[in-house]
């Protein structure tokens, strides 16, 4: 019956109508939504299996449920019941899955003839066998320290737990660093020699607590816009308030914006705290209680007067004044800060100054408070505590006998095999290469010839290597086209394993999807190695990621960051991340959990130090030539880094202007003759590049700001390092703008 | 044992631990929390009667954060490139407060859609009931009209698929209970959907898309809210406001409109020179003009259709004709194209004459019929010339919606027919053994020649007229367009007069003011150039029509 009437149909009016107008058919269904436990999704992208794993960009931590078909993952949706990003995502997260299957994957391991530049794809054997002697040649010429080693903060745990211990325990490398060096070494430094320990006390339900918060050198509505959800769900109408010298997004947002001078943000952070100390706004009974060194800093703080740090910063007194009323008037203040503050010539003291407050205050240990630093890789956290590099394992100490006996013991290598030195910072391993005492170096997941600062030194420095390995997913990085020999590795998603977040979260990588060709996740790179550098048995125990994250829970043992309650990969999983510390036989109870409840720090006499330092000049001055200060910094939140990930994406590639830019003060513009989005010159000591100008209020007249992410921005960025955690201080240098006819680049 | 190694590793690396260790069941109880966390984002029941549903967007709570472009492209399974939100930034303010504001945006779902209105295939529909505006994929030829006319750039036009996509409010989800893509994705909950007065949208329109430098809310009535608790930072500008780009050319369209034009002006020619030559002429001349004429206007709708993404269903242009132009447009080419190929075919298709003459008479094809039928060609040429004019007026952008239009337009009918007649006539006249030549020549020649050298400096004028708005203070429109005829495309723009003036100017001149006859391989070669130059003055000038066109649209970012 069916059947007839269809048939009478076809030459019937039905028919012609549908012809001329068909409203629906093939391409309507191509998108049409179907019903699934997750809402309405496309049919053609109807999983038939799903699971949560944490996102591989950002320290945030988000966790991703990735939608899996045919045991492909087609497409994925935040998790909902995560506890930090709660169903949302930025778009970088979104976009997640999509670098996976660009078409500059390294798919086997190459090898470039140095002569001709020709890269030859070879075999695992060939490669690791040319690995193991290239190096082993260099190290029997010129001693066991004339190899290095640069990680990143972009992978698991426990592969910077391998690597870290292969490279110094097994391959006699003593200098090795990561490139979270160059994101919250600062931080890292404040917090040990604050609080004893390296340990970001907060968790991201403080954000939603605090009826005040600080925000110094952070935009995270673009850098973190997650953490700036968490914002949002605050109820308490918190005041916000934000120290950078531009009007960013989260300027916009807050309820006070103080525009000061570049890096006069520790000047200030001292005059504050004169305020609150001359006006008795402090918590006397917290600083006698659980604090050292009060009187000292009191004494150092009272040369900054409002009189002396209004016009160093560029604010009013009454500003001042008012800033250091709200904080005292705020129940419960916290303070964060990320690169622009870490990222200095006076980093580490800046956010002590920082800590300083919140520990003058009582802000600290209680809900909504803190002096928090926002992290930035995925794994940074992981990298500080496991990486083998500044710290021995487990966020302890070469230099102390005690340390490498424990971690000998605990791992069953000869405590001889542990070095007793410490390991150059990354700064220092270049200038290695330069005095020629570095002459091979192993560069995994990150791209130096991008982001170290003073690029253009770095690039002809790295020439002068014997021979350079770059471990990476893709063959196509700015670093990995200098490189001898490239190791084809897997990428997140295409491995398991665990890393931490900021708010110091376990949070898990699984495997999802195949790593294309030859490429083998960077666990199995170092095992390979291990056993062709013969140095197999030091490591038999570290059988896989599972066996290496109870190891992990071994060194942490006894340790602030303590993880030995976490039973497996099946209970970080199970429970939505488990932060540190987390003890076995303690029953998990709080997901969102802050340290220092207590009041107790990690020295032995469990007091936090009040630590300061006079103010140091900028380190490169401006002068008549180079008069405008060149700020840097985070583009869009669809940037991450130097952009071998998000770049792939054609998504993420709309959400950010495809040519470098620069911004500039409007007043400045008009006096330059510069127009919108004409192509100038800007220039620093170091090179001269071409920009698109971006002609905009936000940036203060006498500064301009370029974003990180195009690759000529560090060819400009001037090479200072804070003394203590040898950061790079990227954020600013003297430069010149000008239009582009008068020079030849 | 090395090599064993290598191999567990490759093959290790491929086996898929995470999906058996730790899959999710599907699980019920995961979608009535998704339900409610974004339950309070849209509304609770379907609008009432004079009601719609709309975007409405929290200005204060926008960052930027961008996530709800990728969240769209995932959640609705879109091109690779693809999504039906975008993100844009005004900024501005004063030196002491400066201001930057990112704007998300997608469709407005108008009341007054520009987007249905000039669609050819009604593949548009606004639903009555919650009046979203929906796209119908499979109605789509692919026109891409829509994209002209949409004022806020929301159409997207897919190459792969040949056919236009568009948001549809998640209207699955919608009516599921469920909260769209964006909605759902947007971290600070600066996007929901709420429901508006259909009667409010019409009186007070500017209180919708109230965005610095968006387009005009009276075109098409937005329904989308821009909301803030603050006052409006002064002196706000797009990021791109300053950024002025050539605009796509629609090459398939350049030839269209000039040989359709050609087409047209050729008949009308014809039809005046009907009553004008003498038998000996018509018998001649006719049947090469009639082809020429004919053939141009073949060739035009041939390449018009290769501006369709989907070809096969051009015929379904038909339905739109009660309110779309372009639709008008189609049909009357298409009625145009087949009376002037009957009147080819009279001319050209021996039996066809025979037949008429049989049955009909002589004097009939030379007659009255023939004459009817010339007249419907060239009424209906034209007429398809003005609905060329009005389908890019519709537009409403400026430097389509202007006189000037109208008359390139036409104007462009008048040069190409004289110009392609003058040079049919020139040709074919050495053919002519004793007719009036030189009557011929000295009169209609020289009429023709002094015509196109009149309208073509009258259109030179007239087009010129733009550039004087480069002298404007404010970015106008005219002074964006007249910045792209100047600067990125300043080649096509001298080009164009140059062409011009030597084609239709300067050779007409010389052949006017010469006093000597000249030689028969003088007369071919400039009139060939004549023909040749004029003909590529007016592709230029058209291809300059697509190219400097700025059109409206929301906010974007600065830079490429």
């Known amino acids: ?745 | 044992m090395s090599h064993r190694l290598i191999d567990e590793y490759l093959e290790k690396q491929q086996q898929f631990s995470a999906v058996e260790k730790f899959a999710l069941q599907y699980d019920f109880h995961q979608l009535s929390a998704n339900q409610q966390i974004y339950e309070d984002l849209i509304p609770k029941n379907t609008p009432s009667e004079g009601e719609q549903y709309a975007f409405s967007v929290d200005l204060d709570k926008c960052t930027g954060c961008k996530a709800c472009v990728s969240a769209c492209h995932h959640e609705n399974g879109l091109d690779e490139d693809e999504s039906w939100r975008s993100v844009g930034l005004v900024y501005g303010g004063t030196a002491a407060e400066p201001a930057v504001q990112h704007v998300t945006t997608a469709c407005h779902h108008c009341l007054d859609p520009a987007c249905l209105n000039g669609c050819p295939v009604n593949a548009y529909e606004k639903s009555p009931i919650t009046g979203i505006v929906k796209h119908l994929d499979d109605q789509c030829i692919g026109c891409q009209y829509c994209t002209l006319t949409c004022p806020y750039d929301v159409p997207k036009y897919s190459k792969k698929k040949g056919i236009v996509h568009k948001c549809d409010m998640c209207i699955g989800r919608l009516e599921a209970g469920q909260a769209p893509a964006c909605v759902r994705a947007c971290p600070s909950g600066a996007i929901r959907i709420t429901t508006v007065k259909v009667d409010q949208v019409q009186k007070n329109p500017d209180d919708f898309v109230a965005i610095s430098n968006a387009p005009s809310s009276r075109l098409t009535q937005p329904t989308t809210r821009y909301l803030s608790q603050k006052k409006e930072p002064p002196h706000m500008v797009s990021a791109d406001f300053y950024s002025v780009k050539p605009a796509h050319s629609h090459t398939p369209l350049i030839f269209m409109l000039t040989l359709t034009q050609l087409s047209v002006g050729a008949f009308v020619v014809i039809f005046m020179l009907n009553h004008y030559l003498d038998q000996n002429f018509k018998n001649y001349l006719m049947p090469y003009y009639v082809l020429i004429a004919f053939l141009a206007g073949a060739l035009a709708l041939g390449v018009s259709v290769l501006h369709l993404g989907r070809p096969f269903y051009a015929f379904r242009a038909v339905i739109g004709i009660k309110k779309s132009w372009l639709s008008r447009e189609i049909v009357m080419f298409g009625v145009f194209a087949s009376l002037a190929m009957c009147y080819a075919l009279m001319y050209w298709i021996g039996p066809v004459k025979d037949l008429l003459n049989n049955f009909l008479g002589e004097q009939f094809l030379t007659g009255r019929f023939s004459n009817i039928l010339l007249s419907a060609t060239t009424v209906f040429g034209l007429l398809g010339v003005y609905c060329s004019v009005m389908v890019y007026q519709k537009t409403k952008r400026p430097f389509w919606d202007h006189p000037m239009t109208f008359m390139k337009f036409f104007l462009t009918t008048a040069i190409l027919g004289i110009v392609t007649i003058v040079l049919a006539s020139v040709i074919f006249i050495q053919m002519v053994p004793n007719g009036n030549t030189d009557l011929f020549m000295s009169t209609l020649t020289r009429m023709s020649l002094w015509g196109i050298i009149v309208l073509t400096l009258i259109k030179l004028v007239i087009e010129s007229t733009i550039l004087f708005n480069l002298f404007d203070r404010d970015m106008t429109f005219f002074k964006k367009t007249a910045y792209l005829m100047i600067y990125p495309l300043r080649k096509i723009t001298i080009g164009r007069y140059v062409s011009s003036l030597l084609g239709a100017v300067c050779f007409p001149a010389i052949i006017l003011f010469q006093d000597h006859p000249l030689s028969r391989g003088w007369i071919v070669t400039l009139y060939g150039a004549i023909f040749l130059l004029s003909l590529t003055a007016e592709f230029l000038e058209r291809y300059l029509f697509f190219r400097t066109v700025v059109p409206f649209k929301m906010p974007g970012r600065s830079g490429v």
């Open chain 1, 1 to 745: 019956m069916i059947k007839k009437a269809k048939d009478k149909n076809f030459f019937g009016t039905e028919y012609l109508a549908q012809l001329l107008h068909q409203k629906d058919g093939p391409l309507m269904q191509e998108l049409a939504l179907v019903s699934s436990p997750l809402g309405k999704l496309p049919k053609r992208l109807l999983p038939d299996t799903m699971t949560n794993m944490v996102c591989g960009f950002c320290s945030t931590g988000c966790s991703l449920k990735v939608h899996l078909k045919n045991n492909q993952p087609v497409n994925l949706t935040p998790d909902l019941e995560y506890p930090v990003n709660f169903g949302e995502a930025c778009p970088k997260g979104w976009e997640a899955l999509t670098p996976l299957f660009a078409p500059d994957r390294a798919v086997s391991p190459y090898i470039r003839e140095r002569t001709s530049g020709k890269l030859t794809a070879v075999d695992w054997d060939t490669a690791l066998k040319t690995f193991v002697q290239r190096f082993k040649f260099i190290q029997e010429r010129y001693g066991k320290e004339s190899l290095a080693f640069l990680s990143t903060g972009q992978f698991c745990t426990e592969e910077m737990a391998l690597l870290g211990a292969l490279a110094k325990f097994g391959m006699g490398i003593v200098h090795g660093d990561s490139n979270t060096r160059q994101c919250m070494a600062s931080a890292a430094v404040a917090y040990k020699q604050s609080f004893g320990f390296d340990a970001p006390p907060y968790t991201y339900k403080d954000f939603e607590e605090s009826d005040v918060l600080v925000f110094v050198g952070a935009n995270p509505c673009i850098a973190h816009p997650i953490m700036w959800q968490r914002v949002c769900l605050n109820p308490h109408q918190p005041k916000i308030l934000v120290i950078d010298p531009r009007k960013t997004e989260t300027a916009m947002a807050a309820t006070r914006h103080y525009s000061i001078h570049p890096k006069s943000d520790l000047v200030l952070l001292y005059g504050l705290a004169r305020i609150l100390i001359e006006n008795n706004w402090i918590d006397r009974k917290f600083i006698e209680a659980h604090t050292i060194d009060f009187e000292k800093f009191k004494a150092h703080v009272m040369r900054f007067t409002p009189d002396f740090v209004s016009p160093s910063t560029g604010l009013s007194v009454e500003a001042i004044e008012e800033f250091a009323r709200i904080i005292h008037e705020g129940q419960r203040v916290s303070f964060w800060w990320t690169m622009g503050v870490n990222q200095s010539h006076e980093g580490v003291r800046t956010a002590q100054a920082l800590i300083n407050l919140a520990l003058m205050t009582g802000n600290i240990g209680r809900p909504g408070t803190g002096a928090n630093s926002i992290t930035g890789q995925c794994n940074a956290m992981g990298s500080r505590l496991f990486s083998n590099t500044t710290n021995l394992l487990g966020g302890r100490d070469f230099l102390n006998p005690d340390n490498r006996n424990k971690v000998a013991s605990l791992l069953g290598i000869d405590v001889h095999s542990i070095p007793a030195q410490n390991s150059w910072p990354y700064d220092q391993i270049i200038e290695g290469i330069i005095a020629g005492k570095i002459k091979g170096l192993w560069v995994i997941a990150t791209n130096p010839a991008h982001s170290w600062i003073n690029q253009s030194e770095f690039r002809e420095v790295i020439k002068k290597l014997e021979f350079l390995v770059v471990q990476d997913m893709y063959y196509s990085t700015e670093t990995a086209q200098f490189a001898d020999l490239i190791l084809p590795a897997a990428g997140w998603g295409e491995k398991e394993g665990t890393v931490i977040n900021s708010e110091r979260r376990v949070g898990l990588f699984k495997k999802v999807s195949a790593a294309p060709g030859l490429a083998l996740a960077d666990f199995y790179i170092f095992k390979l190695i291990a056993q062709y550098w013969g140095c197999a048995r030091m490591f038999e125990g570290w059988f896989s990621p599972q066996t290496v994250f109870q190891i992990l829970k071994k060194l942490s043992q006894g340790q602030p960051c303590d993880i030995t309650g976490i039973e497996d990969y099946a209970m970080i999983d199970r429970m939505g991340g488990i932060q540190w510390p987390f003890l076995l036989g303690k029953e998990l109870r709080d997901k969102e959990r802050r340290l220092f409840e207590d009041g107790r720090f990690y020295y032995p006499d469990q007091k936090a130090r009040f630590i300061f330092e006079d103010e140091r000049p900028l380190p490169e001055p401006l002068d008549e030539q180079f008069s405008f200060m060149l700020l840097t910094g985070r583009g869009t939140s669809a940037q991450w880094h130097t952009q071998t990930r998000t770049e792939k994406s054609p998504i993420l590639r709309q959400l950010y202007p495809k040519n470098i830019y620069v911004e500039i003060n409007q007043e400045d513009a008009a006096g330059l003759n510069i127009k919108q989005d004409q192509w100038v010159m800007v220039e620093t000591k170091r090179a001269r590049i071409k920009a698109q100008a971006m002609i905009v209020q936000t940036v203060r007249k006498g500064q301009i700001f370029m974003p990180m992410h195009y690759v000529e921005t560090n060819k400009l960025t001037f090479a200072a390092f804070d003394s203590y955690s040898r950061q790079p201080s990227y954020k600013i240098c003297a430069a010149r703008v000008a239009h582009l006819p008068e020079y030849r680049i």
